[in-house]
């Protein structure tokens, strides 16, 4: 069974900074892509950056230039470096990982809510 584990979230002031980190454990596939997607109430989830094994990267147009997404292939984890934060920002940020078996495991998600 796979795990992902989310850590670092929490509150933080508009422009500040904050770094979301996932971990991915249990007996899987090798992992082809992980990434970042967010939710807020009453919206779709939506994208907020994913990285391959190969270390390609994609970004909501949002995030592009505030965001860097990192990750670690020998250890499976994922990070996501959040600066210049919005109040628009707030949300429930989920860790993503698909395997190349196009397997799709998802974290808890953990909250971020930034103050304006």
């Known amino acids: 069974q796979v795990q992902l584990l989310e850590s670092g979230g929490g509150l933080v002031q508009a422009g500040g900074s904050l770094r979301l980190s996932c971990a991915a454990s249990?007996?899987?596939?090798?992992?082809?892509?992980m990434g970042w997607y967010r939710q807020t109430p009453g919206k779709q989830r939506e994208l907020v950056a994913t990285i391959t094994s190969g270390g390609s990267t994609n970004y909501a147009d949002t995030m592009k230039g505030r965001f860097a997404i990192s990750r670690d292939s020998a250890k499976n984890t994922v990070a996501l470096q959040m600066n210049s934060r919005k109040p628009e920002d707030t949300a429930v940020y989920s860790c993503?990982?698909?395997?190349?078996?196009?397997?799709?495991?998802w974290g808890q998600g953990t909250q971020v809510t930034v103050s304006s």
């Open positions: 993503l990982a698909v395997d190349t078996q196009y397997q799709t495991y």
């Open positions: 249990g007996t899987m596939f090798s992992i082809r892509t």
